[in-house]
């Protein structure tokens, strides 16, 4: 495994300030816990992680100005991508607002929990897309969190705004438990075929079977985006705490780097770090 990790994906929260209302049933109970800054650097810590992104989890305006504060007082945590309301007429204005707050300057990305949007165009509304070109006016990149069927409108939003980076997290929720490569493997390269577009290597293992998973179960899907997007458009997340309902973070990280052991050393050291640093501007 390479040195000087940079994890491109991973969340936080505080139950005490603020619920998490996707933590429902009792498949997530282990996650119904705060997860802070702390906890965080002792799990990445010892995998060797220099650096990090985090990722809002929830539709809040409120969350994205305490995880800029949260970044702002950790050494770890170099980027933030948070939330803001796409489809709002003063989207550029409240972008800039988050810009102009405490740890602004770590605010790199936006996000929208589009998996849950039942549209599955939603991304290419013409209000979103007015929003995602705002995105790209500020400077920063847009992480996609889709279902497999989501893929399609991603890839039409993705070359209506060529302006801006997309980020494909969790290889776009491939179904792994099923064992299915098709049609997610048809969508996910198309949306590679696209130069704006970037993928993470994440997520996997909550996308497979949490009690059986191995890892030559996870390696077409690996095998597939680092043939579509190549390895210098790859970058590594480990979707804590998330993951831990399947791996430790140990176990997500060592997995990553088995999937990617035929890769030389500089495009490893793209996907571990490389790529991260540059889109996310680091």
Same mark, same amino acid.
Not at 98 to 106: P, S
Not at 243 to 266: H, I, N, P, Q
């Given at each position: 495994m390479?040195?000087?990790?940079?994890? #491109?994906?991973?969340?936080?929260?505080d139950?005490?300030?603020? $619920?998490?209302p996707?933590?429902?049933g009792?498949?997530?109970? +282990?996650l119904?816990?705060s997860?802070?800054?702390?906890?965080?650097?002792? =799990?990445?810590? +010892?995998?060797?992680?220099? *650096?990090?992104v985090?990722?809002?989890?929830?539709?809040?305006?409120?969350?994205?100005? /305490?995880?800029?504060?949260?970044a702002? @007082?950790?050494?770890?945590?170099?980027?933030?991508?948070?939330?803001?309301?796409?489809?709002?007429p003063?989207? !550029?204005?409240?972008? =800039?607002r988050?810009?102009?707050?405490?740890?602004?300057?770590?605010l790199?990305?936006?996000r929208h929990?589009?998996?849950?949007?039942?549209d +599955?165009?939603w991304?290419?509304?013409?209000?979103?897309?007015?929003?995602?070109?705002?995105? =790209?006016? #500020?400077?920063?990149v847009?992480d996609?969190?889709?279902?497999?069927?989501?893929?399609?409108?991603?890839?039409?939003?993705a070359?209506?705004?060529p302006d801006?980076?997309?980020v494909? @997290?969790?290889?776009? %929720?491939?179904?792994?438990?099923?064992?299915?490569?098709?049609?997610? #493997?048809?969508?996910?390269r $198309?949306?590679a075929a696209? +130069?704006?577009?970037v993928? %993470?290597?994440?997520?996997?293992?909550? /996308?497979?079977?949490w009690?059986?998973w191995?890892p030559?179960g996870l390696?077409?899907?690996a095998?597939?985006?680092? $043939?579509?997007?190549g390895?210098d458009?790859v970058?590594?997340? *480990?979707d804590?705490?998330v993951?831990?309902?399947? #791996? *430790?973070?140990? /176990?997500?990280? !060592?997995?990553?780097?088995?999937?990617?052991?035929?890769?030389?050393?500089?495009e490893?050291r *793209?996907?571990?770090?490389?790529?991260a640093a $540059?889109?996310?501007?680091?």
């Open positions: 390479t040195a000087n990790l940079i994890d #491109a994906h991973h969340h936080l929260w139950l005490d300030v603020r $619920d998490q996707w933590l429902t009792p498949d997530l109970a +282990p119904r816990r997860f802070l800054a702390a906890d965080f650097a002792d =799990a990445a810590g +010892p995998a060797g992680v220099v *650096s990090s985090v990722v809002q989890t929830v539709t809040d305006p409120d969350e994205t100005p /305490e995880l800029l504060a949260t702002e @007082d950790s050494p770890l945590i170099l980027g933030v991508v948070g939330w803001t309301d796409l489809t709002a003063d989207a !550029a204005d409240r972008l =800039a988050l810009r102009a707050g405490r740890g602004g300057d770590r790199v990305g936006i929990q589009v998996q849950g949007e039942p +599955p165009d991304l290419t509304r013409p209000d979103v897309l007015r929003g995602l070109a705002a995105v =790209a006016a #500020a400077g920063l847009y996609l969190v889709v279902t497999a069927g989501q893929l399609p409108a991603a890839t039409r939003a070359a209506a705004v801006l980076r997309f494909l @997290d969790h290889l776009g %929720k491939p179904p792994i438990a099923s064992g299915q490569l098709e049609p997610w #493997a048809c969508a996910v $198309d949306l696209l +130069p704006n577009t993928c %993470k290597l994440s997520g996997m293992v909550t /996308e497979a079977d009690h059986h191995t030559a390696r077409p899907y095998d597939t985006v680092l $043939d579509a997007f390895p458009r970058m590594f997340g *480990s804590w705490p993951c831990t309902l399947a #791996a *430790s973070y140990d /176990e997500v990280v !060592a997995t990553a780097g088995e999937l990617t052991a035929a890769l030389t050393e500089a490893r *793209s996907l571990f770090a490389g790529t $540059d889109v996310y501007g680091l």
